[in-house]
């Protein structure tokens, strides 16, 4: 019988969440024995399959890319997570908002720059003029917060949802997973 498939996806974060996921260390040996990790950054797999059991996502939608690729995910995977305060809420990418995309661009590549002074025009993602936590864009089927969530609590997750229980998010909250 073949195993559950799991991918871990990169949004606008700062990539915390995923080495949480790598704190699991030898727990993601014994994992791995309960699922096949089919698309992450973590791994050569770079096409998301037609079907993926759970995805775990880091980050937060900020950009064209990551709207496109966020409902694509959804599209594809049945039960999706969103892994961590950038996914969950925003967070520090979420820190733009105030601001406009026109004047955010003036600030970075204008008026900070003394060499050079021009906005990108090319092989950039366009920002969008607000940057949204997942659940704004597509359903989410279960939120974890933190920052980043702990290595205890993505195991935790992982081995409820693999034995096909519903994790209880807000006892890991309360106990500090
Ligand atoms: Fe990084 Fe924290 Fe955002 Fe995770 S939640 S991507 S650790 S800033």
């Given at each position: 019988m073949s195993k559950p498939t799991v991918a871990t996806i990169w949004l606008d974060g700062c990539s915390g969440c995923h080495m949480s996921f790598l704190d699991l260390d030898e727990r993601l040996i014994e994992l791995s024995a309960h699922f096949d990790?089919?698309?992450?950054?973590?791994?050569?797999?770079k096409v998301l399959p037609s079907h993926v059991d759970i995805a775990l996502v880091e980050g937060s939608v900020s950009n064209e890319d990551d709207e496109h690729k966020i409902k694509l995910v959804r599209s594809r995977v049945q039960t999706l997570i969103s892994l961590g305060d950038c996914a969950v809420t925003?967070?520090?990418?979420?820190?733009?908002?105030?601001?406009s995309v026109d004047s955010l661009f003036d600030r970075a590549?204008?008026?900070?720059?003394?060499?050079?002074q021009q906005r990108p025009t090319t092989r950039v993602p366009a920002l969008l003029a607000r940057v949204r936590p997942i659940h704004e864009v597509v359903p989410v089927d279960i939120c974890v917060p933190g920052c980043p969530p702990s290595a205890d609590t993505i195991y935790t997750i992982l081995t409820e949802l693999l034995a096909g229980r519903v994790p209880d998010i807000a006892a890991l909250s309360r106990f500090g997973a």
């Open positions: 990790l089919v698309y992450s950054p973590l791994v050569d797999l925003g967070n520090v990418p979420a820190m733009r908002n105030p601001f590549y204008l008026e900070n720059a003394t060499l050079q």
